[in-house]
């Protein structure tokens, strides 16, 4: 389970039901995201997709609406071609659309020093030059003195 601060790694005891494996487990408050691979008894790696990873972004209770962060979360791990434990082939094209979505869901990440940086990450890799002009003008931003900062320099 991946989210806030922390990567938390489960065992989750599996049980067959006909054709279908079944297991349970809780996710922390702050969770944004679920990875699964498979191994043995052993602890050696028997799944994780054809290396693309098994996932899901968590929901709000509305079943629709990813949690905050959620595709941030996933576009991180798509960036650095990791998934708890696991690597992952990495896939800037699908991390640029998710983290796109995300910020399109909550405008309030615009400002989020973390989502800057992966997105900027992003569009240096994808040679996106439109999207690095926007970094560019971003940084300016964050780096010009707040109204605030002038006053206190001027006293």
């Given at each position: 389970c991946m989210g806030g601060e922390e990567q938390i790694t489960l065992d989750i005891p599996l049980e067959k039901a006909g054709?279908?494996?079944i297991g349970s487990f809780t996710v922390s408050e702050d969770a944004k995201l679920v990875t699964f691979l498979f191994e043995d008894e052993y602890g050696e790696l028997?799944?994780?997709?054809g290396e693309k990873g098994y996932y899901t972004v968590l929901y709000e209770a509305d079943r629709k609406?990813?949690?905050?962060?959620a595709?941030?979360?996933l576009s991180g791990s798509l960036v650095f071609g990791y998934m708890?434990?696991?690597?992952i082939e990495s896939d800037m094209a699908r991390a640029q659309k998710l983290l796109k979505e995300e910020q399109s869901r909550n405008p309030e990440l615009k400002n989020d020093p973390d989502v800057f940086q992966l997105s900027a990450i992003i569009s240096f890799e994808q040679e996106d030059e439109e999207a690095l002009e926007g970094v560019k003008q971003k940084l300016?931003?964050?780096t010009k003195p707040k109204e605030d900062?002038?006053?206190l320099e001027a006293a």
């Open positions: 054709n279908t494996y028997k799944d994780n997709n609406t990813p949690v905050p962060k595709y941030y979360e708890g434990r696991v690597q300016k931003e964050f900062e002038k006053k």
